[in-house]
C-alpha cells in the first residue's frame, strides 16, 4: 500500500528585479490525464504532443499500462498510446497507486466501473484524505460494487465493474468537473443514454474529447449557468491525434508574478483561454491587471494565445461564487495577488477548497498570515486586505503535500520585502516540474533552501 509521497525540501523565493522574457508553461494537467484515459478506450493508436510530464499524469500512464493500454513515451511531451476499446479494459494485477493526483484516480475510477473487472486504487497521505463517494455514490447507481473499510469515502478503494452497467440520469451535488467526467467515462460502457446534470457548467474537456473520438454527445443549457449533457453509450471510440494546450492553471504562477514584481512584462506563450477556465484572467482584470491576448488561435480545437503581462497597480474586488469553477485551481494565487492590491478582495463561497490537495481556505489564510497579510475567513468567503504593493513576507508558508501552495507562496515571496519560504517544494513536480527554472530563467530568486 502507499499513502507515501517524495523527501521534502524547502524552497525560498526572494524580492526580485523586474521579471522579462517569454516562457511556455507545460500542457493542461486536465487534458493530459483524459488524452491517456481516452487513448486507453479508443481502437487504434492515439498519439499526443504537448503532454504534461508531472507525476500526476505519469500516475495515469501507469493505471493505462496496468489496464492493458500501451502508454510509450516518444520524446519531450510526445505520446504514443495503444488503446483496448471500450469494453476491452484487462484486470490489473496490482494497485493502482495514484500519488497526489485526484483527478487521475476519480477518473479512472470512472472508466473501470463500467467494465467487469476489480481493481484497488490508492495514493498519498493527501489523496487519502480527500472525499470519494461524491463519485463513489452515482457508480453503484450504474452497478459498479465498492468495497472499502472506509465505506468507500476514502482511499484506498476497491471498486468491481458489472457485467453490463446502468445508464444514469445523474444530477452533480457540487459543480465538479471530476464526478461529470467519471460518470460519462463509466456511461461509455453502458448501454443507452448516460445523462449529467450540473448547476454550474465545469470544465468540458471530457465533452470535446468524447466527440473528437467519435461519440455522440449532446450538451444542453440548464438553469442559469447549468448544463445537461448526455452520452450515448457503447461507441466505438477511434483513435485520435491530442495537441495539448499550455495549462492556463500553471501560467497562472509566471502570471501573477508579474504583476506584482514590480516593473515586469513577461509573455506567456500558448495558454489555453478556455471559458471555463479563465475566471482568472477576468478577475485580475477587474483588479486593473494589464493582461493582454496576442495571436488568438485554435490548437487541438481549443483557443490559445500568447499573454503580454505588466506589472501595475491593483485594486481589491468581490469575487462572485458563481465564478468559482472557472478558476477552483487559482484561488491560492489570486489571494496572492489580492495581498499586493490595495483595498479588500472577497472571494465567495469557495467550500470546494478544503477539499482539494489540502484545506486550501485554510493553507492560504494561514500562508498568507505567516507573511504579515491581513486575511481573514468568514463561513467560505476569504477576505484579504491588501498592502498596496507592500508585503512584509519573510515567514514560512506550509504547503501540506499540495503543489499550488508551494508555488502561490514562492510567487508571493518575489514581491515581499522579507521573500518567503516554502516548507516543501517536492510536490510542485506533480503538475509543474519545471516551475522553478522557468521562474528563474524570467529572473525571479528562487532557489532550494540551504540544508
Ligand atoms: C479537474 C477538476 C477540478 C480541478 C482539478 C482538475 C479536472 O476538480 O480542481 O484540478 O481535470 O476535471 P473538481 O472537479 O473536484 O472541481
Redesign the pocket.
Given at each position: 500500500m502507499s499513502a507515501s509521497h517524495p523527501e521534502p525540501f524547502e524552497v525560498v523565493a526572494r524580492p526580485s528585479a523586474s521579471l522579462r522574457g517569454h516562457a511556455r508553461v507545460p500542457g493542461d494537467?486536465?487534458i493530459s490525464?483524459r488524452a491517456l484515459l481516452f487513448g486507453l478506450l479508443a481502437v487504434g493508436e492515439t498519439c499526443v504532443t504537448g503532454l504534461l510530464e508531472g507525476e500526476d499524469v505519469l500516475r495515469t500512464a501507469d493505471a493505462v499500462r496496468a489496464l492493458g493500454g500501451i502508454a510509450e513515451r516518444l520524446g519531450d511531451g510526445e505520446w504514443r498510446v495503444r488503446g483496448v476499446g471500450v469494453g476491452g479494459l484487462q484486470e490489473p494485477t496490482g494497485v493502482l497507486d495514484f500519488g497526489n493526483a485526484?483527478?487521475g484516480s476519480r477518473l479512472t475510477m470512472g472508466v473501470v466501473a463500467s467494465h467487469p473487472i476489480r481493481a484497488t486504487f490508492d495514493g498519498d497521505a493527501s489523496l487519502r484524505k480527500r472525499p470519494m463517494r461524491r463519485i463513489v455514490d452515482p457508480l453503484l447507481e450504474m452497478g459498479a460494487v465498492v468495497e472499502s473499510e472506509q465505506d468507500g469515502g476514502r482511499l484506498p478503494l476497491t471498486i468491481r465493474g458489472p457485467r453490463e452497467a446502468v445508464p444514469i440520469v445523474y444530477e452533480t451535488p457540487v459543480?465538479?468537473?471530476?464526478?461529470k467526467?467519471a460518470v460519462l467515462l463509466a456511461g461509455l460502457n453502458a448501454p443507452g443514454k448516460t445523462t449529467v446534470i450540473e448547476k454550474e457548467a465545469?470544465?468540458d474537456?471530457t465533452e470535446h474529447l468524447l466527440r473528437h473520438f467519435g461519440a455522440e454527445v449532446v450538451v444542453e443549457p440548464h438553469g442559469e449557468h447549468g448544463r445537461r449533457i448526455t452520452l450515448t453509450g457503447q461507441p466505438e471510440l477511434v483513435a485520435r491525434d491530442i495537441v495539448v494546450p499550455s495549462d492556463p492553471s500553471s501560467a497562472a504562477f509566471p502570471l501573477v508574478a508579474a504583476l506584482i514584481v514590480p516593473g515586469s512584462e513577461i509573455v506567456l506563450e500558448g495558454v489555453m483561454t478556455n471559458p471555463l477556465r479563465t475566471g482568472l484572467f477576468t478577475t485580475l482584470r477587474e483588479m486593473g491587471a494589464d493582461i493582454e491576448e496576442l495571436n488568438r488561435r485554435e490548437e487541438g480545437g481549443e483557443t490559445i494565445a500568447d499573454l503580454r503581462v505588466r506589472a501595475g497597480a491593483l485594486k481589491g474586488v468581490d469575487v462572485p461564487a458563481e465564478r468559482a469553477?472557472s478558476m477552483?485551481?487559482e484561488y491560492p494565487v489570486l489571494a496572492v495577488a489580492a495581498a499586493f492590491a490595495s483595498g479588500e478582495t472577497r472571494m465567495r463561497g469557495l467550500h470546494?477548497l478544503r477539499v482539494?490537495e489540502s484545506d486550501r481556505l485554510q493553507a492560504v489564510a494561514d500562508g498568507l498570515a505567516a507573511a504579515g497579510v491581513d486575511v481573514r475567513i468568514e463561513g467560505d468567503d476569504l477576505i484579504v486586505t491588501g498592502g498596496a504593493g507592500e508585503v512584509r513576507g519573510g515567514g514560512v508558508a506550509v504547503t501540506h503535500l499540495d503543489h499550488r501552495i508551494a508555488m502561490s507562496f514562492l510567487v508571493l515571496g518575489l514581491a515581499a520585502r522579507e521573500g518567503m519560504r516554502v516548507d516543501d517544494g517536492a510536490m510542485i513536480a506533480t503538475s509543474f516540474p519545471a516551475f522553478v527554472p522557468l521562474m528563474r530563467d524570467l529572473g525571479g530568486e528562487i532557489s532550494e533552501a540551504a540544508a
Amino acid at each position: 500500500m502507499s499513502a507515501s509521497h517524495p523527501e521534502p525540501f524547502e524552497v525560498v523565493a526572494r524580492p526580485s528585479a523586474s521579471l522579462r522574457g517569454h516562457a511556455r508553461v507545460p500542457g493542461d494537467k486536465s487534458i493530459s490525464h483524459r488524452a491517456l484515459l481516452f487513448g486507453l478506450l479508443a481502437v487504434g493508436e492515439t498519439c499526443v504532443t504537448g503532454l504534461l510530464e508531472g507525476e500526476d499524469v505519469l500516475r495515469t500512464a501507469d493505471a493505462v499500462r496496468a489496464l492493458g493500454g500501451i502508454a510509450e513515451r516518444l520524446g519531450d511531451g510526445e505520446w504514443r498510446v495503444r488503446g483496448v476499446g471500450v469494453g476491452g479494459l484487462q484486470e490489473p494485477t496490482g494497485v493502482l497507486d495514484f500519488g497526489n493526483a485526484g483527478t487521475g484516480s476519480r477518473l479512472t475510477m470512472g472508466v473501470v466501473a463500467s467494465h467487469p473487472i476489480r481493481a484497488t486504487f490508492d495514493g498519498d497521505a493527501s489523496l487519502r484524505k480527500r472525499p470519494m463517494r461524491r463519485i463513489v455514490d452515482p457508480l453503484l447507481e450504474m452497478g459498479a460494487v465498492v468495497e472499502s473499510e472506509q465505506d468507500g469515502g476514502r482511499l484506498p478503494l476497491t471498486i468491481r465493474g458489472p457485467r453490463e452497467a446502468v445508464p444514469i440520469v445523474y444530477e452533480t451535488p457540487v459543480a465538479s468537473a471530476q464526478i461529470k467526467s467519471a460518470v460519462l467515462l463509466a456511461g461509455l460502457n453502458a448501454p443507452g443514454k448516460t445523462t449529467v446534470i450540473e448547476k454550474e457548467a465545469s470544465r468540458d474537456h471530457t465533452e470535446h474529447l468524447l466527440r473528437h473520438f467519435g461519440a455522440e454527445v449532446v450538451v444542453e443549457p440548464h438553469g442559469e449557468h447549468g448544463r445537461r449533457i448526455t452520452l450515448t453509450g457503447q461507441p466505438e471510440l477511434v483513435a485520435r491525434d491530442i495537441v495539448v494546450p499550455s495549462d492556463p492553471s500553471s501560467a497562472a504562477f509566471p502570471l501573477v508574478a508579474a504583476l506584482i514584481v514590480p516593473g515586469s512584462e513577461i509573455v506567456l506563450e500558448g495558454v489555453m483561454t478556455n471559458p471555463l477556465r479563465t475566471g482568472l484572467f477576468t478577475t485580475l482584470r477587474e483588479m486593473g491587471a494589464d493582461i493582454e491576448e496576442l495571436n488568438r488561435r485554435e490548437e487541438g480545437g481549443e483557443t490559445i494565445a500568447d499573454l503580454r503581462v505588466r506589472a501595475g497597480a491593483l485594486k481589491g474586488v468581490d469575487v462572485p461564487a458563481e465564478r468559482a469553477p472557472s478558476m477552483i485551481d487559482e484561488y491560492p494565487v489570486l489571494a496572492v495577488a489580492a495581498a499586493f492590491a490595495s483595498g479588500e478582495t472577497r472571494m465567495r463561497g469557495l467550500h470546494e477548497l478544503r477539499v482539494k490537495e489540502s484545506d486550501r481556505l485554510q493553507a492560504v489564510a494561514d500562508g498568507l498570515a505567516a507573511a504579515g497579510v491581513d486575511v481573514r475567513i468568514e463561513g467560505d468567503d476569504l477576505i484579504v486586505t491588501g498592502g498596496a504593493g507592500e508585503v512584509r513576507g519573510g515567514g514560512v508558508a506550509v504547503t501540506h503535500l499540495d503543489h499550488r501552495i508551494a508555488m502561490s507562496f514562492l510567487v508571493l515571496g518575489l514581491a515581499a520585502r522579507e521573500g518567503m519560504r516554502v516548507d516543501d517544494g517536492a510536490m510542485i513536480a506533480t503538475s509543474f516540474p519545471a516551475f522553478v527554472p522557468l521562474m528563474r530563467d524570467l529572473g525571479g530568486e528562487i532557489s532550494e533552501a540551504a540544508a
